[in-house]
């Protein structure tokens, strides 16, 4: 029992750890953005299935010393990919289609480990009931799921803060090494088990075979719960910040309720869980509606979200133990429950984005909850209630009343929206306030909560920079005073509206560079501010630093970043590299302009950590909301070489940088968001 439990712990460790680790070291490949920990959720769970697949063929057609043989022959294959460290040639192209460039990429580096580590739970469960004839291997599942949790919970507080992810790459190999040697010599003691061909169970009677109902009950269970696990991680991630905590926490507490349900009898009881079902749908679908047109706050979102999470979770997966069928029918029902979380992530990861316009899957999976239980239900005989007249009215009422709320909230958000748009990188939006001839009619660009720039649409104002682009700005106090010399060369990493492009004259020129193609479409088909612009201009499509990596220097006055107002931040914009590449673009004198606007994330302190290792020198302009002129509230980090220094403007209008909190030297192996939370 030992060596079973030693080997399940271990896999099922290393089994969730790669996760975040392997998630953390792509994310800035590709932006930063928050649909990176889904698409590599989707494939985790595919990879789990085609597991529990291989499981289910092995243990049913193959006997024990062929299991024992193949399985030890691929583990030993599978050391010769290690470590699980991606090549830089993985890193995506301009065009290139990042969810399938994540999947290749992914299947090339962690594949084949991550496969093996999925066949453990199943295989040697299975193994354990052959050997051990009439022991219950349920337990083992529940193990198998604390191992996981575990994995999970350490890694944003153990592991991320205090390793690189170089190290954290080679330990994870490492780790996996021992596996292989563990779970070999487990495969070598089940073989001495009887020969007896594919698992047979010496019971007096045959179990019932699973009807065709309840295989769908298997599957529609856990795909539900899979659904709501990725859309509130997607609406975290997206609204709070792109971090691995924000990852962890939700797969933890879906884990979390896995092992109550399946530990023993389970902790799951239908009162009071299912009273707490109809407050948690309904309290997340009203914070869904808030979050729409305003900002829940972030200590009361995250809880919310998470509490709703693990009710949610533990009334599906809850009810999915009570169907858990004679252990015969193990590998069929392990199979299921798999096949069910990978049909959740299809839904979310891949099927979402390319067939809604915005987040829809949100406050869809709410009413797919509530419909779900409302049928398993149903199916019980022993529950006679919910078949009487007034269990009927009572379940039908609370799903048309969270059905009809859900569709008002998507009727009003596409009834004012001018356009509304989705890829890979979030949902977009256009939107029109005022009367259209008014003076203070405005024109809104956000991507999901965020604001990413507004234009007045009156011709006698819309040229004027709005938002956090004011003249009285970090950006543009930087612009005008290099203008005062003449023509000037501007670098902007992160298009939104082009607002920047107000402050082109003729001579100038003004290079962007954007990661998202639908925000240079929009930029140019619903906004005027490039078309207006006077200065030569140039759009450099694809992730800004690999476009600066891959170009000459471009010698600017003066380079904007202003890619972290939005929350799922681009973490290898704000590295020690990075900084040091920006200033092979900049001229000797040139300015760099770092927008830290942000609601969540106080990066204040790793520009500080930056510009001292650097060798830079830095100030600090802070403004505020101007409704006159529609600009916002904004802090802009100026920096400069100590040779040119700031002169003017530059010195007057601003503030020495000096934050009271320090954090470790972020680099392109060491970043930590979690310790910026404000």
């Known amino acids: 029992m030992i060596l079973y439990a030693l080997t399940i712990v271990v896999s099922a460790f290393l089994l969730f750890q790669v996760q975040p680790v392997i998630a953390k070291i792509i994310l800035p490949w590709f932006g930063g953005s928050a649909a990176v920990w889904t698409t590599c959720i989707l494939f985790f769970q595919v990879v789990l299935l085609l597991g529990y697949l291989y499981a289910h063929a092995v243990i049913r057609y193959l006997k024990p010393r062929m299991q024992m043989l193949l399985h030890c022959a691929l583990l030993v294959a599978s050391v010769l990919v290690l470590p699980v460290y991606p090549d830089a040639s993985w890193k995506p192209g301009p065009g290139d289609e990042p969810t399938l460039r994540i999947l290749f990429l992914l299947a090339a580096t962690v594949g084949m480990p991550y496969f093996l580590l999925s066949t453990t739970g199943p295989l040697l469960q299975a193994w354990y009931a052959r050997r051990f004839k009439g022991s219950i291997p349920y337990r083992l599942y529940a193990l198998s799921n604390a191992g996981s949790m575990f994995a999970l919970i350490s890694y944003p507080a153990l592991f991320e803060p205090s390793f690189t992810t170089h190290q954290q790459a080679w330990g994870w190999s490492a780790g996996y090494c021992v596996f292989v040697l563990v779970c070999g010599l487990t495969a070598y003691v089940s073989n001495r088990g009887p020969e007896s061909g594919p698992v047979e169970y010496v019971i007096e009677q045959a179990p019932a075979a699973p009807t065709a109902k309840l295989y769908v009950m298997w599957t529609l269970l856990p795909a539900v719960a899979s659904v709501m696990l990725l859309a509130i991680t997607n609406h975290l991630s997206q609204n709070v910040a792109a971090i691995p905590f924000l990852w962890v926490l939700p797969l933890s507490i879906y884990l979390l309720t896995f092992i109550l349900c399946f530990e023993g009898d389970g902790w799951y009881r239908r009162n009071p869980y299912l ?36 009710t949610c979770c533990m009334v599906c997966h809850g009810e999915l133990a009570r169907l858990k069928p004679d252990p015969k029918y193990l590998t069929h029902f392990f199979l299921m429950i798999s096949a069910g979380g990978a049909l959740g992530g299809l839904l979310v990861g891949l099927a979402a984005p390319h067939l809604f316009n915005a987040l829809y899957e949100m406050p869809l999976s709410l009413v797919a909850c509530a419909i779900l239980v409302s049928y398993v239900l149903r199916q019980d005989p022993s529950l006679k209630w919910v078949r009487h007249w007034a269990g009927v009215v009572t379940f039908a009422a609370i ?5 009809g709320y859900v569709g008002w909230q998507i009727k009003q958000m596409v009834s004012g929206s001018r356009v509304m748009v989705r890829n890979f990188y979030g949902g977009l939006r256009v939107r029109d306030t005022g009367e259209p ?76 560079y954007e990661i998202n193609p639908l925000v240079l479409q929009l930029a140019r088909k619903e906004f005027f501010f490039l078309a207006d612009c006077k200065a030569k201009l140039d759009v450099a499509m694809g992730d800004a630093r690999l476009s600066l990596e891959n170009e000459p220097p471009e010698n600017f006055d003066v380079l904007a970043v202003d890619a972290f107002s939005s929350d799922s931040i681009p973490v290898h914009l704000l590295t020690k590299q990075a900084m040091e590449l920006y200033f092979r673009h900049l001229r000797p004198d040139g300015i760099l302009a770092v927008h830290i606007s942000n609601r969540y994330l106080n990066l204040q302190p790793v520009l500080e950590g930056e510009v001292q290792a650097t060798q830079k020198i830095a100030r600090i302009v802070d403004t505020e909301d101007d409704d006159t002129q529609d600009v916002f509230g904004a802090t802009w980090v100026l920096i400069t070489s100590p040779a040119s220094g700031f002169t003017g403007e530059e010195l007057s209008a601003s503030a020495p940088l000096d934050s009271k909190r320090s954090v470790r030297l972020w680099t392109d192996d060491y970043s930590n968001l979690f310790k910026i939370l404000k």
């Open 275 to 310: 009273q707490l079902l109809a407050v948690a749908l309904g309290s997340m679908a009203y914070a869904v509606s808030v979050d729409m047109t305003s900002n829940v706050p972030i200590k009361v979102m995250i809880p919310l979200f998470a509490m709703g999470l693990f």
């Open 399 to 403: 799903t048309l009343a969270l059905t």
């Open 437 to 512: 001839n008014a003076l203070d009619a405005t024109r809104t660009l956000t991507h999901g909560t965020i604001n990413h720039g507004e234009q007045f649409l009156n011709i006698a104002r819309r040229n004027l920079p709005t938002t956090y682009y004011g003249p009285n700005t970090g950006i543009g106090i930087a612009i005008r005073e290099k203008q005062r010399a003449g023509a000037i060369r501007i670098g902007v990493i992160g298009l939104g509206t082009g607002t920047t492009a107000a402050y082109g004259r003729l001579g100038d020129y003004i290079r962007y």
